[in-house]
Protein backbone atom coordinates (compact mmCIF):
# COMPACT_ATOMS: atom_id res chain seq x y z
CA UNK A 1 0.00 0.00 0.00
CA UNK A 2 1.11 3.81 -0.95
CA UNK A 3 1.20 6.21 2.12
CA UNK A 4 -2.09 6.87 3.65
CA UNK A 5 -2.96 10.47 5.03
CA UNK A 6 -5.79 11.51 6.56
CA UNK A 7 -8.11 14.57 6.92
CA UNK A 8 -10.97 14.82 9.51
CA UNK A 9 -13.23 17.65 8.88
CA UNK A 10 -14.27 18.69 12.19
CA UNK A 11 -14.36 22.76 12.68
CA UNK A 12 -18.05 23.04 11.67
CA UNK A 13 -20.26 24.91 14.53
CA UNK A 14 -23.12 22.07 14.21
CA UNK A 15 -25.86 25.17 13.90
CA UNK A 16 -28.63 22.54 13.83
CA UNK A 17 -28.16 20.35 16.71
CA UNK A 18 -28.72 23.21 18.80
CA UNK A 19 -26.58 23.15 21.01
CA UNK A 20 -23.83 24.80 23.38
CA UNK A 21 -21.77 21.44 23.09
CA UNK A 22 -19.70 21.72 19.33
CA UNK A 23 -21.42 19.22 17.23
CA UNK A 24 -18.49 16.48 16.60
CA UNK A 25 -17.59 16.74 20.66
CA UNK A 26 -21.45 15.34 21.41
CA UNK A 27 -20.79 11.66 22.36
CA UNK A 28 -22.28 8.36 20.65
CA UNK A 29 -22.65 5.67 23.25
CA UNK A 30 -20.72 7.71 25.44
CA UNK A 31 -17.37 8.59 23.40
CA UNK A 32 -17.15 12.06 20.87
CA UNK A 33 -18.40 11.10 17.42
CA UNK A 34 -14.73 12.87 15.95
CA UNK A 35 -12.89 10.24 18.31
CA UNK A 36 -15.22 7.43 17.18
CA UNK A 37 -13.77 8.57 13.55
CA UNK A 38 -9.95 8.75 14.94
CA UNK A 39 -10.56 5.27 16.43
CA UNK A 40 -11.80 3.90 13.17
CA UNK A 41 -8.63 5.77 11.36
CA UNK A 42 -6.13 4.55 13.60
CA UNK A 43 -6.89 0.94 12.64
CA UNK A 44 -5.20 1.86 9.09
CA UNK A 45 -1.82 2.46 9.80
CA UNK A 46 -1.99 6.22 8.57
CA UNK A 47 1.42 8.32 7.86
CA UNK A 48 -0.46 11.37 9.37
CA UNK A 49 -4.01 12.44 10.83
CA UNK A 50 -4.57 15.91 10.51
CA UNK A 51 -7.74 17.71 12.15
CA UNK A 52 -9.15 20.51 10.88
CA UNK A 53 -10.57 22.05 14.07
CA UNK A 54 -12.66 26.10 14.18
CA UNK A 55 -15.42 26.13 16.64
CA UNK A 56 -14.37 24.77 20.01
CA UNK A 57 -11.00 24.18 18.70
CA UNK A 58 -9.24 24.02 22.08
CA UNK A 59 -11.55 21.29 23.64
CA UNK A 60 -12.14 18.73 20.14
CA UNK A 61 -7.76 19.16 20.83
CA UNK A 62 -8.17 18.52 24.39
CA UNK A 63 -10.29 15.14 23.52
CA UNK A 64 -8.10 14.28 20.72
CA UNK A 65 -4.46 15.32 22.20
CA UNK A 66 -1.78 13.62 20.52
CA UNK A 67 -3.29 11.48 18.39
CA UNK A 68 -3.75 13.74 15.62
CA UNK A 69 -1.85 17.20 14.08
CA UNK A 70 -4.27 19.71 13.53
CA UNK A 71 -5.21 22.34 11.17
CA UNK A 72 -7.06 25.55 12.15
CA UNK A 73 -10.09 26.87 9.76
CA UNK A 74 -10.73 30.60 11.35
CA UNK A 75 -13.96 30.88 9.43
CA UNK A 76 -15.80 28.32 8.11
CA UNK A 77 -16.42 28.50 4.52
CA UNK A 78 -17.01 24.94 3.64
CA UNK A 79 -15.59 21.46 3.44
CA UNK A 80 -13.34 22.55 0.66
CA UNK A 81 -11.62 25.49 2.61
CA UNK A 82 -11.30 23.11 5.65
CA UNK A 83 -9.39 20.48 3.70
CA UNK A 84 -6.87 23.71 2.03
CA UNK A 85 -6.11 24.38 6.03
CA UNK A 86 -4.19 21.33 5.90
CA UNK A 87 -2.46 22.20 2.95
CA UNK A 88 1.09 23.60 5.04
CA UNK A 89 1.34 19.91 6.63
CA UNK A 90 0.12 17.88 3.75
CA UNK A 91 0.53 19.63 -0.10
CA UNK A 92 3.22 17.80 -2.45
CA UNK A 93 3.78 14.50 0.38
CA UNK A 94 3.11 11.21 -2.35
CA UNK A 95 0.64 8.77 -1.56
CA UNK A 96 -3.21 8.92 -0.67
CA UNK A 97 -5.12 11.26 1.43
CA UNK A 98 -8.77 10.07 3.26
CA UNK A 99 -10.99 12.61 3.70
CA UNK A 100 -13.71 11.80 6.59
CA UNK A 101 -16.31 13.83 7.96
CA UNK A 102 -15.82 14.31 11.83
CA UNK A 103 -20.00 14.14 12.35
CA UNK A 104 -20.28 10.56 10.45
CA UNK A 105 -19.56 8.02 13.89
CA UNK A 106 -20.62 4.98 12.07
CA UNK A 107 -17.68 5.14 9.64
CA UNK A 108 -14.92 1.46 10.43
CA UNK A 109 -12.23 0.86 9.23
CA UNK A 110 -13.03 -2.32 6.86
CA UNK A 111 -14.98 0.37 4.90
CA UNK A 112 -12.48 2.75 4.61
CA UNK A 113 -9.57 -0.07 3.64
CA UNK A 114 -11.75 -1.34 0.77
CA UNK A 115 -12.51 2.62 -0.24
CA UNK A 116 -8.67 2.49 -0.22
CA UNK A 117 -8.24 -0.55 -2.25
CA UNK A 118 -10.83 0.70 -4.86
CA UNK A 119 -8.92 4.00 -5.43
CA UNK A 120 -5.80 2.07 -5.81
CA UNK A 121 -6.87 -0.55 -8.09
CA UNK A 122 -8.58 1.66 -10.58
CA UNK A 123 -5.54 4.51 -10.35
CA UNK A 124 -8.46 6.82 -10.04
CA UNK A 125 -7.25 10.68 -8.81
CA UNK A 126 -10.34 10.63 -6.73
CA UNK A 127 -12.99 7.87 -5.34
CA UNK A 128 -16.18 8.73 -3.42
CA UNK A 129 -17.33 6.23 -1.08
CA UNK A 130 -21.11 6.47 -2.13
CA UNK A 131 -24.49 4.77 -0.22
CA UNK A 132 -27.78 3.94 -1.19
CA UNK A 133 -30.13 5.77 0.83
CA UNK A 134 -33.49 5.45 1.05
CA UNK A 135 -33.99 8.83 2.16
CA UNK A 136 -31.52 10.80 0.89
CA UNK A 137 -32.79 14.32 2.08
CA UNK A 138 -29.75 16.03 2.73
CA UNK A 139 -26.98 14.09 1.11
CA UNK A 140 -24.93 15.58 -1.59
CA UNK A 141 -26.47 12.96 -4.45
CA UNK A 142 -23.99 11.66 -7.29
CA UNK A 143 -24.65 12.15 -10.36
CA UNK A 144 -23.17 9.92 -13.38
CA UNK A 145 -23.12 10.05 -17.20
CA UNK A 146 -24.53 7.91 -19.90
CA UNK A 147 -21.80 5.46 -19.26
CA UNK A 148 -22.50 5.21 -15.73
CA UNK A 149 -19.20 6.62 -14.23
CA UNK A 150 -19.04 9.10 -12.16
CA UNK A 151 -19.36 12.93 -13.07
CA UNK A 152 -19.82 15.30 -10.57
CA UNK A 153 -21.74 15.75 -7.24
CA UNK A 154 -24.84 18.08 -6.19
CA UNK A 155 -25.90 18.86 -3.03
CA UNK A 156 -29.26 18.15 -1.93
CA UNK A 157 -30.02 22.34 -1.70
CA UNK A 158 -28.76 22.82 -4.94
CA UNK A 159 -30.34 19.70 -7.22
CA UNK A 160 -32.95 19.68 -9.22
CA UNK A 161 -36.46 18.13 -8.55
CA UNK A 162 -34.76 15.55 -11.07
CA UNK A 163 -31.46 14.80 -9.33
CA UNK A 164 -32.95 15.22 -5.85
CA UNK A 165 -34.49 11.91 -6.88
CA UNK A 166 -31.41 10.04 -7.23
CA UNK A 167 -30.62 7.67 -4.53
CA UNK A 168 -26.95 7.49 -4.26
CA UNK A 169 -25.29 9.71 -2.25
CA UNK A 170 -21.95 11.15 -0.84
CA UNK A 171 -21.01 10.14 2.63
CA UNK A 172 -18.83 12.83 2.39
CA UNK A 173 -15.84 10.32 2.99
CA UNK A 174 -13.41 10.39 0.15
CA UNK A 175 -9.74 9.13 -0.70
CA UNK A 176 -8.27 11.18 -2.82
CA UNK A 177 -4.91 11.58 -4.72
CA UNK A 178 -2.72 13.94 -2.59
CA UNK A 179 -1.21 16.08 -4.79
CA UNK A 180 -4.59 15.72 -7.11
CA UNK A 181 -6.10 17.01 -4.52
CA UNK A 182 -3.92 20.01 -3.33
CA UNK A 183 -4.15 21.11 -6.73
CA UNK A 184 -7.87 20.94 -7.44
CA UNK A 185 -8.58 22.74 -4.27
CA UNK A 186 -7.41 26.05 -5.99
CA UNK A 187 -10.30 26.24 -8.58
CA UNK A 188 -13.17 25.43 -6.16
CA UNK A 189 -15.47 28.36 -6.13
CA UNK A 190 -18.29 29.18 -3.80
CA UNK A 191 -20.96 30.20 -6.20
CA UNK A 192 -23.78 28.21 -5.02
CA UNK A 193 -26.57 28.40 -3.18
CA UNK A 194 -24.87 28.48 0.17
CA UNK A 195 -21.84 30.69 -0.62
CA UNK A 196 -19.88 27.71 0.36
CA UNK A 197 -16.62 26.12 -0.61
CA UNK A 198 -17.68 22.52 -1.44
CA UNK A 199 -15.33 19.71 -1.82
CA UNK A 200 -17.33 17.52 -3.47
CA UNK A 201 -16.80 20.26 -6.29
CA UNK A 202 -13.33 18.56 -6.19
CA UNK A 203 -14.72 15.69 -8.35
CA UNK A 204 -16.11 18.00 -11.11
CA UNK A 205 -12.65 20.23 -11.23
CA UNK A 206 -10.79 16.52 -11.64
CA UNK A 207 -12.93 15.37 -14.51
CA UNK A 208 -12.78 18.40 -16.09
CA UNK A 209 -9.34 18.33 -16.03
CA UNK A 210 -9.27 14.86 -17.99
CA UNK A 211 -8.81 12.78 -14.56
CA UNK A 212 -9.95 9.98 -13.94
CA UNK A 213 -12.59 9.69 -10.66
CA UNK A 214 -14.37 6.44 -9.72
CA UNK A 215 -17.12 6.13 -6.33
CA UNK A 216 -17.15 2.68 -4.14
CA UNK A 217 -20.28 2.01 -2.70
CA UNK A 218 -20.82 0.56 0.33
CA UNK A 219 -23.54 -1.64 0.87
CA UNK A 220 -24.20 -0.24 4.59
CA UNK A 221 -25.88 2.89 4.25
CA UNK A 222 -26.22 2.88 8.08
CA UNK A 223 -22.44 3.11 8.59
CA UNK A 224 -22.27 6.15 7.10
CA UNK A 225 -25.05 8.09 8.48
CA UNK A 226 -23.79 12.08 8.92
CA UNK A 227 -25.40 13.24 12.24
CA UNK A 228 -26.21 16.47 11.50
CA UNK A 229 -29.26 17.11 14.40
CA UNK A 230 -30.51 15.12 17.57
CA UNK A 231 -32.98 13.13 15.37
CA UNK A 232 -29.82 11.48 13.70
CA UNK A 233 -27.84 11.04 16.85
CA UNK A 234 -30.55 9.29 18.70
CA UNK A 235 -30.48 7.36 15.44
CA UNK A 236 -26.29 6.61 15.45
CA UNK A 237 -26.36 5.90 19.23
CA UNK A 238 -29.18 3.02 18.52
CA UNK A 239 -27.05 1.56 15.73
CA UNK A 240 -23.84 2.19 17.54
CA UNK A 241 -25.38 0.49 20.92
CA UNK A 242 -27.15 -2.32 18.43
CA UNK A 243 -22.97 -3.03 16.18
CA UNK A 244 -21.19 -3.25 20.03
CA UNK A 245 -23.77 -5.41 21.33
CA UNK A 246 -23.66 -7.74 18.64
CA UNK A 247 -19.64 -7.65 18.76
CA UNK A 248 -20.18 -9.12 22.60
CA UNK A 249 -23.22 -11.58 21.81
CA UNK A 250 -20.92 -12.81 18.77
CA UNK A 251 -17.79 -12.98 21.79
CA UNK A 252 -20.15 -15.34 23.72
CA UNK A 253 -21.57 -13.11 26.38
CA UNK A 254 -25.11 -13.05 26.52
CA UNK A 255 -27.21 -9.70 26.38
CA UNK A 256 -30.86 -10.51 27.04
CA UNK A 257 -32.26 -7.44 25.88
CA UNK A 258 -29.51 -5.82 23.82
CA UNK A 259 -32.33 -2.53 22.92
CA UNK A 260 -32.12 -2.06 26.82
CA UNK A 261 -28.14 -2.08 27.48
CA UNK A 262 -25.87 0.33 27.26
CA UNK A 263 -22.39 -0.54 26.70
CA UNK A 264 -19.42 1.76 25.82
CA UNK A 265 -17.12 0.92 22.70
CA UNK A 266 -14.33 0.47 25.22
CA UNK A 267 -15.66 -2.00 27.14
CA UNK A 268 -14.58 -5.04 27.66
CA UNK A 269 -16.23 -8.05 28.83
CA UNK A 270 -15.34 -12.27 29.17
CA UNK A 271 -17.36 -14.79 28.06
CA UNK A 272 -20.46 -16.86 29.67
CA UNK A 273 -20.95 -13.22 31.44
CA UNK A 274 -25.10 -12.28 31.18
CA UNK A 275 -26.04 -8.86 31.14
CA UNK A 276 -29.65 -7.86 32.00
CA UNK A 277 -31.21 -5.36 31.17
CA UNK A 278 -31.10 -2.11 32.40
CA UNK A 279 -27.40 -1.72 32.58
CA UNK A 280 -24.93 0.52 31.40
CA UNK A 281 -21.05 0.05 31.35
CA UNK A 282 -19.24 2.50 30.75
CA UNK A 283 -15.62 3.64 29.82
CA UNK A 284 -13.04 1.44 29.80
CA UNK A 285 -14.25 -1.05 32.15
CA UNK A 286 -13.36 -4.25 31.95
CA UNK A 287 -16.03 -7.71 33.61
CA UNK A 288 -14.53 -10.72 33.44
CA UNK A 289 -16.15 -14.52 32.20
CA UNK A 290 -19.33 -15.94 34.18
CA UNK A 291 -20.49 -12.81 36.10
CA UNK A 292 -23.69 -11.51 36.21
CA UNK A 293 -24.11 -7.62 35.84
CA UNK A 294 -27.76 -6.19 36.38
CA UNK A 295 -30.35 -5.66 35.91
CA UNK A 296 -30.65 -2.11 36.42
CA UNK A 297 -26.44 -1.79 37.56
CA UNK A 298 -23.96 1.38 36.18
CA UNK A 299 -20.62 0.15 36.55
CA UNK A 300 -17.77 2.80 35.12
CA UNK A 301 -13.90 2.68 34.79
CA UNK A 302 -13.82 -0.65 36.74
CA UNK A 303 -12.13 -3.70 36.57
CA UNK A 304 -14.10 -7.01 37.45
CA UNK A 305 -12.70 -10.52 37.87
CA UNK A 306 -14.21 -13.55 37.24
CA UNK A 307 -17.98 -14.68 38.15
CA UNK A 308 -18.63 -11.40 40.20
CA UNK A 309 -22.57 -10.55 40.57
CA UNK A 310 -23.56 -6.72 40.57
CA UNK A 311 -27.39 -6.64 40.98
CA UNK A 312 -29.10 -3.40 40.83
CA UNK A 313 -25.79 -1.37 41.84
CA UNK A 314 -23.88 1.07 40.84
CA UNK A 315 -19.77 0.94 40.75
CA UNK A 316 -17.30 3.80 39.78
CA UNK A 317 -13.78 3.67 39.23
CA UNK A 318 -12.89 1.04 41.43
CA UNK A 319 -11.38 -2.57 40.95
CA UNK A 320 -13.22 -5.69 42.23
CA UNK A 321 -12.20 -8.93 42.25
CA UNK A 322 -13.37 -12.77 41.47
CA UNK A 323 -16.86 -14.10 43.34
CA UNK A 324 -17.36 -11.25 44.82
CA UNK A 325 -21.29 -10.47 45.23
CA UNK A 326 -22.11 -7.12 44.97
CA UNK A 327 -26.28 -5.30 45.73
CA UNK A 328 -28.90 -5.20 45.56
CA UNK A 329 -29.14 -1.47 45.74
CA UNK A 330 -25.09 -1.21 46.93
CA UNK A 331 -22.76 2.03 45.50
CA UNK A 332 -18.92 1.35 45.07
CA UNK A 333 -17.63 5.14 44.93
CA UNK A 334 -14.06 5.66 43.42
CA UNK A 335 -11.23 4.02 44.53
CA UNK A 336 -12.38 1.59 46.36
CA UNK A 337 -11.24 -1.85 45.65
CA UNK A 338 -12.61 -5.27 46.59
CA UNK A 339 -10.26 -8.63 46.76
CA UNK A 340 -11.69 -11.78 45.96
CA UNK A 341 -14.89 -13.02 47.80
CA UNK A 342 -15.86 -10.13 49.19
CA UNK A 343 -19.94 -9.01 49.90
CA UNK A 344 -21.21 -5.88 49.65
CA UNK A 345 -24.50 -6.13 50.76
CA UNK A 346 -28.17 -4.07 50.05
CA UNK A 347 -27.99 -0.53 50.92
CA UNK A 348 -24.00 -0.40 51.52
CA UNK A 349 -21.92 2.24 50.24
CA UNK A 350 -18.36 2.27 49.83
CA UNK A 351 -15.60 4.88 49.20
CA UNK A 352 -12.10 4.90 48.98
CA UNK A 353 -12.48 1.87 50.69
CA UNK A 354 -10.29 -1.46 50.48
CA UNK A 355 -11.91 -5.05 51.70
CA UNK A 356 -9.26 -8.21 51.98
CA UNK A 357 -10.19 -11.59 50.39
CA UNK A 358 -13.81 -12.95 51.73
CA UNK A 359 -14.73 -9.36 54.27
CA UNK A 360 -18.64 -8.67 54.38
CA UNK A 361 -20.35 -5.67 55.13
CA UNK A 362 -23.96 -7.21 53.97
CA UNK A 363 -26.28 -4.80 54.87
CA UNK A 364 -26.90 -0.52 55.53
CA UNK A 365 -23.37 0.77 56.19
CA UNK A 366 -21.03 3.31 55.29
CA UNK A 367 -17.43 2.56 54.71
CA UNK A 368 -15.81 5.31 53.80
CA UNK A 369 -11.74 6.01 53.48
CA UNK A 370 -11.64 2.72 54.84
CA UNK A 371 -8.67 -0.34 55.30
CA UNK A 372 -10.26 -3.03 56.04
CA UNK A 373 -8.61 -6.84 55.87
CA UNK A 374 -9.65 -9.97 54.90
CA UNK A 375 -12.39 -11.98 56.76
CA UNK A 376 -13.87 -9.11 58.54
CA UNK A 377 -17.56 -8.90 58.87
CA UNK A 378 -19.08 -5.49 59.21
CA UNK A 379 -22.34 -5.71 60.87
CA UNK A 380 -25.50 -4.52 59.33
CA UNK A 381 -25.59 0.00 60.04
CA UNK A 382 -22.13 -0.05 60.52
CA UNK A 383 -20.47 3.61 59.88
CA UNK A 384 -17.07 4.99 59.44
CA UNK A 385 -17.25 7.80 60.99
CA UNK A 386 -14.52 9.89 58.30
CA UNK A 387 -15.44 13.37 58.28
CA UNK A 388 -15.05 16.07 61.37
CA UNK A 389 -16.50 18.89 58.61
CA UNK A 390 -13.34 19.80 57.41
CA UNK A 391 -10.75 16.80 57.10
CA UNK A 392 -11.40 13.33 56.34
CA UNK A 393 -9.58 10.41 58.07
CA UNK A 394 -8.85 6.73 58.22
CA UNK A 395 -10.56 3.74 59.79
CA UNK A 396 -8.41 0.35 59.97
CA UNK A 397 -10.20 -3.08 60.27
CA UNK A 398 -7.40 -5.55 60.65
CA UNK A 399 -8.12 -9.35 59.72
CA UNK A 400 -10.22 -11.05 60.96
CA UNK A 401 -12.09 -7.97 63.11
CA UNK A 402 -16.27 -8.25 63.92
CA UNK A 403 -17.60 -5.13 63.78
CA UNK A 404 -21.01 -5.78 65.54
CA UNK A 405 -23.82 -3.99 64.43
CA UNK A 406 -24.96 -0.32 64.27
CA UNK A 407 -21.16 0.77 65.83
CA UNK A 408 -20.34 4.39 64.55
CA UNK A 409 -15.59 4.05 64.21
CA UNK A 410 -14.87 7.59 64.90
CA UNK A 411 -11.86 8.23 62.73
CA UNK A 412 -9.19 8.09 62.94
CA UNK A 413 -9.05 4.54 64.91
CA UNK A 414 -8.20 1.23 64.56
CA UNK A 415 -9.52 -2.21 65.37
CA UNK A 416 -6.57 -4.50 65.50
CA UNK A 417 -5.99 -8.17 64.46
CA UNK A 418 -8.62 -10.44 65.12
CA UNK A 419 -11.28 -8.03 67.49
CA UNK A 420 -14.21 -7.77 68.25
CA UNK A 421 -16.58 -4.31 68.60
CA UNK A 422 -19.84 -4.84 70.38
CA UNK A 423 -22.94 -4.14 68.78
CA UNK A 424 -24.13 -0.76 69.02
CA UNK A 425 -20.51 0.72 70.39
CA UNK A 426 -19.35 4.08 69.60
CA UNK A 427 -15.57 3.83 68.97
CA UNK A 428 -12.83 6.18 69.42
CA UNK A 429 -9.51 4.26 70.63
CA UNK A 430 -7.79 1.50 69.18
CA UNK A 431 -8.81 -2.02 69.97
CA UNK A 432 -6.39 -3.74 70.86
CA UNK A 433 -6.14 -7.64 69.09
CA UNK A 434 -8.14 -10.55 70.06
CA UNK A 435 -9.95 -7.98 72.64
CA UNK A 436 -13.60 -6.95 72.97
CA UNK A 437 -14.35 -3.29 72.73
CA UNK A 438 -18.11 -2.23 74.39
CA UNK A 439 -18.56 1.04 74.19
CA UNK A 440 -22.31 2.01 75.26
CA UNK A 441 -24.06 2.85 78.09
CA UNK A 442 -24.99 0.24 80.23
CA UNK A 443 -28.98 -0.70 80.27
CA UNK A 444 -30.89 0.38 83.27
CA UNK A 445 -34.76 -0.75 83.72
CA UNK A 446 -37.13 1.29 85.52
CA UNK A 447 -39.72 -1.12 87.17
CA UNK A 448 -43.15 0.43 87.10
CA UNK A 449 -42.17 3.28 85.61
CA UNK A 450 -44.55 3.47 82.24
CA UNK A 451 -47.53 3.52 85.12
CA UNK A 452 -46.29 6.66 86.47
CA UNK A 453 -45.90 8.54 83.36
CA UNK A 454 -49.31 7.05 81.71
CA UNK A 455 -51.77 5.83 84.35
CA UNK A 456 -54.07 3.71 83.06
CA UNK A 457 -57.74 4.68 83.05
CA UNK A 458 -59.12 2.79 86.30
C1 LIG B 1 -21.56 17.10 3.55
C2 LIG B 1 -21.34 17.04 2.03
C3 LIG B 1 -22.45 16.21 1.40
C4 LIG B 1 -22.48 14.83 2.02
C5 LIG B 1 -22.58 14.91 3.56
C6 LIG B 1 -22.36 13.54 4.17
C7 LIG B 1 -20.29 19.14 1.42
C8 LIG B 1 -20.49 20.49 0.80
N1 LIG B 1 -21.37 18.38 1.49
O1 LIG B 1 -22.79 17.78 3.77
O2 LIG B 1 -22.24 16.08 0.01
O3 LIG B 1 -23.58 14.09 1.51
O4 LIG B 1 -21.57 15.79 4.08
O5 LIG B 1 -22.58 13.54 5.54
O6 LIG B 1 -19.18 18.79 1.73
N2 LIG B 1 -16.88 21.38 8.24
C9 LIG B 1 -15.71 22.07 8.49
N3 LIG B 1 -15.58 23.33 7.99
C10 LIG B 1 -16.52 23.92 7.24
C11 LIG B 1 -17.73 23.21 6.98
C12 LIG B 1 -17.86 21.93 7.50
O7 LIG B 1 -14.80 21.57 9.16
O8 LIG B 1 -16.31 25.07 6.82
C13 LIG B 1 -17.01 20.03 8.80
C14 LIG B 1 -18.17 19.89 9.75
O9 LIG B 1 -17.74 20.11 11.10
C15 LIG B 1 -18.62 18.46 9.54
C16 LIG B 1 -18.20 18.15 8.11
O10 LIG B 1 -17.27 19.13 7.74
O11 LIG B 1 -17.98 17.56 10.41
C17 LIG B 1 -19.37 18.14 7.14
O12 LIG B 1 -20.01 19.40 7.19
P1 LIG B 1 -21.59 19.52 7.22
O13 LIG B 1 -21.94 20.97 7.30
O14 LIG B 1 -22.15 18.62 8.21
O15 LIG B 1 -21.92 19.01 5.75
P2 LIG B 1 -23.26 18.36 5.22
O16 LIG B 1 -24.25 19.41 4.96
O17 LIG B 1 -23.66 17.23 6.09
CA1 LIG C 1 -22.95 16.45 8.04
Known sequence: M??????????????????????VLHPVCGKPMVEHVIDQISGLHTKQIVTIVGHGAEK????????????????????????IQARALLEGKEGCTLVVC??????????MESLVRHHEKTGAKATILTAHAENPAGYGRIIRGADGSVTRIVEHKDASEQERAVKEINTGTYCFDNKALFDALKHVSNENVQGEYYLPDV?????????MVSAYQTESFEETLGVNDRVALSEAERLMRARINEQHM??????????????????????DTVIHPGTVLSGSTSIGEDCIIGPNSEVRECEVGNRTVIRQSAAFDSQIGSDVNIGPFAHIRPQSSLADDVKIGNFVEIKKASFGKGSKASHLSYIGDAEVGSS????????????????????????GAFIGCNSNLIAPVTVKKGAY?????????????????????????KENYVQKILPKNE
Not at 62 to 83: F, I, K
Not at 203 to 211: F, H, N, S, V
Open 421 to 445: VAAGSTITDEVPEESMAIARARQVN
Open 60 to 83: VKAQLGDRSAYALQEEQLGTAHAV
Open 2 to 23: TNIYAVILAAGQGTRMKSKLYK
Open 102 to 111: GDTPLIQTST
Open 203 to 211: IEILKEAGE
Open 376 to 399: VNIGCGTITVNYNGKDKFLTTIED
Open 250 to 271: RAGVTIIDPQNTYIGPDVVIGS
